[in-house]
C-alpha cells in the first residue's frame, strides 16, 4: 500500500521563477494538505484540498495556489519566488476533512531558490 | 490563537538512558487534539500519537508513554531505554474543532540525539 508520494524530491529554482510541485495522497484517502517547513522549524499550514476545491487556508500570500485532481492528487503552485521560499514542502493527505484525521505525510520537496 | 511550545531544541543522551520531550500548548478551544510526529533524516513525519481533549488517560506503547495534563496545558513525550534510532526531530502538534479541516499547529521540534 503505497504512502504519499511527492515530486521531484529537490528542485532548485531562481527568484522570480515559478514552481509547481506534486503530490499523491495515500490510498483511501480524499483530503490533500499542503505544508511548508523552512529549516529548523515546525512545519506551517498554507491550504487544504478536498473535492477539488481549496477548503481552508493558512497565513499565505496568493503566490501560493493550488489545485486537486478527480483522482485526488494535487498540486502546489507558487509564483513570483522569493529566497524566503526556500523550505521542504510537505504534503499530506487524510480520509477526510474531520479536525481528528490523523495525517500522512510524504517525503517532502526540498525547494530551493537563489 | 493556537500555539504549541517546544522549549527543548536539542537533547544528547546515551543509549539506554531514558529521555522526556515537553510540549506545552495554548488553546481557546474546549475540543482539540494533541499529536506528536517524529522527522527522521528522510524527511518524512511519521505519525505516534493522537489524544483529544476529552481523555486524560496517559498511554504507554513499547518504550514510549504520553503525559496529557490539561491542568498545565502539557502533552510530554517519554522514550523509556533510548536507542540510536531515536534519533530524530519530534514535533508536538495540536488541531482544534473551531478548525474544522484537520490543520495542525506545530512547534518548533526538538531535535533528539542518541549516542552509541
Known amino acids: 500500500d503505497a504512502g504519499v508520494t511527492q515530486s521531484p524530491t529537490h528542485l532548485i529554482k531562481t527568484r522570480g521563477q515559478q514552481v509547481t510541485l506534486r503530490c499523491s495522497p495515500k490510498s483511501g484517502h480524499d483530503t490533500v494538505s499542503w505544508y511548508q517547513q523552512a529549516l529548523g522549524q515546525g512545519p506551517q499550514f498554507i491550504f487544504q484540498y478536498y473535492e477539488e476545491e481549496e477548503r481552508q487556508r493558512g497565513n499565505f500570500p496568493d503566490r501560493f495556489s493550488g489545485h486537486q485532481f478527480p483522482n485526488y492528487s494535487s498540486e502546489l503552485n507558487v509564483n513570483a519566488l522569493l529566497l524566503g521560499d526556500s523550505a521542504l514542502y510537505l504534503c499530506?493527505?487524510?480520509?477526510?476533512?474531520?479536525?481528528?484525521?490523523?495525517?500522512?505525510f510524504g517525503n517532502g520537496t526540498r525547494l530551493t531558490v537563489t | 490563537a493556537q500555539k504549541v511550545t517546544q522549549a527543548q531544541t536539542e537533547i544528547s543522551v546515551v543509549e539506554k538512558e531514558d529521555v522526556t520531550l515537553d510540549c506545552v500548548y495554548e488553546?481557546?478551544?474546549?475540543?482539540?487534539?494533541l499529536f506528536w510526529y517524529k522527522q527522521p533524516p528522510s524527511g518524512e513525519l511519521v505519525f505516534l500519537i493522537r489524544?483529544?481533549?476529552?481523555?486524560?488517560q496517559n498511554e504507554i506503547s513499547g518504550r514510549y508513554s504520553w503525559n496529557f495534563q490539561k491542568s498545565t496545558s502539557s502533552f510530554n513525550f517519554t522514550i523509556t531505554a533510548s536507542q540510536v534510532v531515536d534519533s530524530a526531530v519530534y514535533f508536538c502538534a495540536l488541531s482544534e474543532a473551531d478548525s474544522g479541516y484537520s490543520t495542525l499547529t506545530f512547534g518548533k521540534g526538538t531535535m533528539l540525539l542518541v549516542s552509541p
Open positions: 499530506a493527505s487524510s480520509r477526510d476533512r474531520l479536525y481528528n484525521s490523523p495525517l500522512h
Open positions: 488553546t481557546r478551544d474546549t475540543t482539540y487534539y
Open positions: 489524544r483529544n481533549s476529552f481523555d486524560e
